[in-house]
């Protein structure tokens, strides 16, 4: 039965206007989700492109930041500053510790490793708190060339795994004169809303049972209850034969205490479902991604053995890869969160994706 979503009409979530927006006490409201004034990073506002520290990571050491678009961007660079560019995305609910043995990997061959925190993710924040907290798939893919600007990167090899292999597709599909070539975990993954609104079969909804919750008012709040617990749940049910320790997730968990976390997660999944709206300045390119653009650049597919996330078969998307293009199979329990899972496996992808 399709959920019901209490007080919540369709297009709700980015019909407000920015100055609406501003005038709210604790900062931006999105779907019910306040977004506290601690969304706007110190400086906010301010011109410049000047890439400075920010904390650290574990496994990573020291963080940089950089305004790039409508974010101060968090990220860890790793290799000589005059290597090949390698840009690794994370998903949801994961963060750049997806990389944090695939990094120094890529690193150690020459490489220079650029790993963000998406939109909501760890220190990432807006420049705006008058900025919609959207989490439409053009929108975070509008975040990674403004990145590549502002740290004036003119190409690069792609790396992603779940939000962050959608990301890399989209940017391999839409602009692929700015990469030389495309790692995707569960290959082919982006989106159109119009077609996932239809209903599917009970064994795919089933699947899918965290996108129907948060599509709900309570899915919101629990959510934002506890976004960690939440993922620890998700991770033992997407990699059902990892043996992570809780070192390994709490370090992971610590990058979703962001003021904008839940607004831009319950977002992005009620956006895939048609049941929020994106912002128009991004209509064009999602009118081009809804027609499933092909993509030409050299691109290695991975998939992992034990997958307990939805995901669709290989076959189903290898026509989608027109250029010089390979598919790899994992053994051995490998789950969802393939890179950090198997990380040899997947830096070798990324070593050899140019080579094909």
């Given amino acids: 039965m399709t959920p019901t979503i209490p007080a919540m009409p369709r297009r709700h979530f980015l019909g407000a206007t920015a100055a609406t927006l501003a005038a709210a006490p604790i900062g931006a409201l999105l779907g019910g989700v306040a977004v506290p004034a601690s969304a706007q990073a110190p400086g906010a506002g301010a011109v410049g492109t000047t890439a400075g520290r920010s904390g650290a990571a574990p496994g990573f050491g020291a963080l940089r930041q950089i305004q790039a678009g409508d974010l101060r961007v968090g990220y860890a660079e790793l290799g000589p500053a005059d290597g090949v560019p390698v840009i690794l995305l994370h998903g949801w609910p994961y963060d750049i510790h997806m990389y944090v043995d695939v990094a120094p990997q890529l690193a150690a061959a020459g490489h220079r490793v650029i790993v963000p925190y998406l939109r909501g993710y ?17 929108a975070v893919a509008q975040d990674i060339l403004s990145l590549m600007d502002a740290l ?6 792609l790396g992603g795994c779940d939000w962050g292999a959608r990301t890399a597709c989209i940017l391999a599909a839409l602009w692929p004169e700015r990469f030389t070539g495309l790692v995707s975990v569960s290959g082919y993954l982006i989106g159109n809303p119009k077609a996932n609104a239809r209903a599917q079969a009970p064994a795919v909804e089933f699947a899918w049972w965290y996108q129907s919750y948060l599509a709900t008012d309570r899915g919101r709040d629990g959510y934002a209850a506890d976004p960690a617990g939440f993922a620890r749940f998700i991770w033992q049910q997407a990699s059902p034969r990892w043996q992570f320790d809780d070192a390994t997730f709490l370090r992971s968990a610590a990058a979703f205490d962001n003021p904008d976390h839940v607004a831009i997660v319950v977002h992005n999944y009620r ?10 300045r991004f209509d064009a390119l999602e009118a081009r991604l809804a027609a499933a653009p092909a993509i030409a650049l050299p691109t290695i597919t991975l998939e992992g053995d034990a997958n307990g ?31 950090q899972e198997a990380p040899q496996a997947f830096a070798q992808a990324v070593l050899d994706v140019t080579r094909l």
Avoid: C, D, M
């Fill in 122 to 138: 760890g220190s990432t924040r807006f420049v705006s708190a008058g900025t919609p907290r959207n989490g439409q798939q053009a």
């Fill in 152 to 157: 004036r990167i003119e190409r690069a090899v």
């Fill in 271 to 280: 956006w895939r479902i048609g049941l929020a709206e994106g912002e128009s």
């Fill in 309 to 339: 996330a939805p995901h669709p078969s290989p076959a189903a998307y290898a026509g989608k890869f027109t250029g010089r293009y390979q598919h790899r199979n994992l053994a051995g329990g490998i789950g969802h969160n393939l890179p």
